[in-house]
């Protein structure tokens, strides 16, 4: 799933936030079933991986991607709350982590899109409310001149 495909649905909300102290793009989709991270990020942080005990394929708007892996002990700094969550390991594009229904539910989280805002729970059991800032990934254009001057 693109950045781009993420901004036209009308229940996400995407913006940046730490996962395991670094700085990640986060999208809070209510139509995944489970949350993800992006192969790319796992390899780049060095995020410790756990093979699954029965693979799967994920159906996603972009196709079906098999998964393999998941991230036993992965942290998302919300408010400065650190909040555990275990995503599956994905070959996506853009997008660093997908938070699901699994953590949502987890949380009792409820996204207010108008606010951009997404209410939730803490591990010690207060509410918190995080303002999500949708945020569009910067795209680059490249301009090539032909110089036909003779």
Known sequence: MSTETTLEEPKVMLSMFDVNSTPATILFYSRASHSFISQAFVRM??????????????????GSMPASYWCPSASISLMGVD?????????TAGIDVIVG???????????????KVVVLNTPKGDIISVDVVVQAQPTATVNRLNDNAS
């Not at 060095?46 to 972009?62: D, Q, R």
């Not at 987890?106 to 108008?114: G, L, P």
């Open 45 to 62: 942080h060095s995020i410790p991986l756990c093979a699954m005990k029965n693979p799967i394929l994920v159906n996603s708007p972009g």
């Open 83 to 91: 909040f555990e969550v275990n995503p599956i390991v994905l070959r």
């Open 101 to 115: 229904m699994d953590w949502m539910k987890q949380h009792w989280a409820v996204i207010q899109c108008k606010e």
